[in-house]
T-cell receptor, first 115, second 118 residues
């Protein structure tokens, strides 16, 4: 069975600084997708970035980028130039490309941004 | 991106009554819908997966008779909490996937429903 692990329950970063959130996963599938979702206090799930396992190039979306290490099954999120609006819960998620395509979420990391 | 609307955003009901939560895909056909439950400061717990026109597949430990899921059309799924009790109070979130391209690999989330049973 697939698992997703986020080992950092909480992280803090100074405004304008850079922070990296960690995520590891376990799977026997060769093709899959990985995501980072942000959940602000409104609790609406917002897609931050996605990575397709067959793509070696790390995904980037403006200030957000990932470090995808397929062999190590690691998928970290780097937030550059942190802003107060980045404060939220961040969830790492996995989905395969066969079967029910259900998402498996990590336990989340609460990010605090300090002014 | 694709839009999923969940209604109501919050609901208070009396113990013993039933409450229905709707999840609609507004601009795409949702071949698969997922229902999650989220406890405070915790992750999303998958309750069930439903495909249009089929019976929902429930995760282990989820009471299918208490949490009735219907996915009668490609744009609507409903979750009915039957004979609700205070321990059913929680935040419920739906998500939907379509077919083809990003619609098939990304889940689009509703806004969530906060259920309080008194």
């Amino acid at each position: 069975a697939q698992t997703v692990t986020q080992s950092q329950p909480e992280m803090s970063v100074q405004e304008a600084e850079t922070v990296t959130l960690s995520c590891t996963y376990d799977t026997s599938e060769s093709d899959y997708y990985l995501f980072w979702y942000k959940q602000p206090p409104s609790r609406q799930m917002i897609l931050v970035i996605r990575q397709e396992a067959y793509k070696q190039q790390n995904a980037t979306e403006n200030r957000f980028s990932v470090n995808f290490q397929k062999a190590a099954k690691s998928f970290s999120l780097k937030i550059s130039d942190s802003q107060l609006g980045d404060a939220a819960m961040y969830f790492c998620a996995y989905t395969g490309t066969s079967g029910t395509y259900k998402y498996i979420f990590g336990t989340g990391t609460r990010l605090k941004v300090l002014a | 991106g694709a839009v999923v609307s969940q209604h109501p955003s919050w609901v208070i009901c009396k113990s013993g009554t039933s409450v229905k939560i709707e999840c609609r895909s507004l601009d795409f056909q949702a071949t698969t819908m997922f229902w999650y439950r989220q406890f405070p400061k915790q992750s999303l717990m998958l309750m069930a997966t439903s495909n249009e026109g089929s019976k929902a597949t429930y995760e282990q430990g989820v009471e299918k008779d208490k949490f009735l899921i219907n996915h009668a059309s490609l744009t609507l799924s409903t979750l009915t909490v039957t004979s609700a009790h205070p321990e059913d109070s929680s935040f419920y979130i739906c998500s939907a996937r379509g077919s083809g391209g990003d619609l098939s690999t990304e889940a689009f989330f509703g806004q969530g429903t906060r259920l309080t049973v008194v």
